[in-house]
């Protein structure tokens, strides 16, 4: 169901002028996540499978690319959480293997998935290079510059993220604020444009469970956002996203110039007693 809806409305992005597409975290069923149920394991799919098929077709028949977020089985006993991108030939660039994985109360990922193994990855497709990463990563300026160094344009960000909701009144708009801010600003210190779509409703135990954020959103190398979702709809964001710009925000913000790699080293250390 999840599927067929999805690419009903990668379609319509379609007709409407998009160009680049890319779904919410985990799109093809709810977040399951929320439990440590070995019966959710049956939800992955192989890559290719199911969800590529149908969307090689749909970005082939529209001559779109398409970012797909999926729980991907990629052997027995071993589980990614993943994106593929597809080009508008709906030739499979390959994919992006979730590299940070939470482990919080409700959003118990360790449990089902092996941390990504392929690095920071850019996808050079028909409408420009496109960096992946996925939800957790966002919190981690450290992805963002790699993907970016390695010739990213744009960073999207497949999400599901929310408020627990005895949690909503008192931290509420900080915890929202903290994460829009943090994608803004690698949008910012990179010298890139960010795209986080993200998931929207109650989704678990109707006195707790999640309550997804929703607002999606796009900004522009400044951080200034173009484009934003509501709450509680399922829509299509969309924004125009300049590429060609990009030079001259990175010449007259030189942050990339200005790095100092040589005393980057400590970086890479865990903390210091």
């Not at 149908?54 to 994106?83: C, D, M, P, Q």
């Not at 009144?169 to 994608?183: L, M, N, P, R």
């Not at 929703?214 to 509680?232: A, E, H, M």
Request: net charge negative; aromatic share 12%; hydrophobic share 40%.
């Amino acid at each position: 169901e999840n599927l067929q809806a999805t690419v009903a409305d990668i379609e319509r992005a379609a007709v409407q002028g998009a160009q680049i597409v890319c779904t919410q975290e985990l799109y093809r069923g709810q977040y399951f996540c929320q439990t440590e149920d070995h019966a959710m394991f049956d939800l992955a799919e192989t890559i290719p499978g199911p969800s590529t098929e149908a969307f090689s077709a749909i970005a082939k028949k529209h001559g779109i690319v398409i970012v797909a977020s999926l729980f991907e089985k990629r052997a027995e006993g071993l589980y990614h959480n993943t994106a593929v991108v597809l080009d508008a030939d709906g030739a499979n660039l390959g994919l992006y293997r979730k590299m940070h994985i939470p482990d919080d109360p409700l959003f118990y990922e360790k449990f089902y998935f092996t941390p990504g193994d392929l690095g920071f990855k850019v996808f050079d497709t028909k409408f420009g290079k496109v960096g992946v990463l996925i939800c957790w990563d966002q919190w981690y300026p450290e992805a963002a510059r790699l993907t970016a160094l390695a010739g990213a344009e744009i960073l999207f960000y497949p999400t599901a993220i929310g408020w627990h909701p005895s949690e909503k009144s008192e931290y509420g708009s900080a915890q929202h604020d903290s994460w829009e801010t943090i994608q803004r600003s690698h949008a910012i210190a990179n010298g890139v444009y960010v795209a986080a779509a993200n998931r929207i409703g109650h989704e678990g135990d109707p006195g707790g469970g999640i309550e997804f954020w929703g607002q999606s959103f796009i900004c522009n190398p400044s951080g200034t956002i173009l484009s934003k979702g509501s709450t509680d709809q399922a829509e299509i964001v969309m924004a125009d996203c300049d590429f060609s710009m990009l030079n001259e925000q990175r010449t007259h913000w030189p942050f990339l110039r200005d790095r100092r790699i040589d005393a980057y080293g400590d970086i890479v250390k865990r903390y210091r007693d």
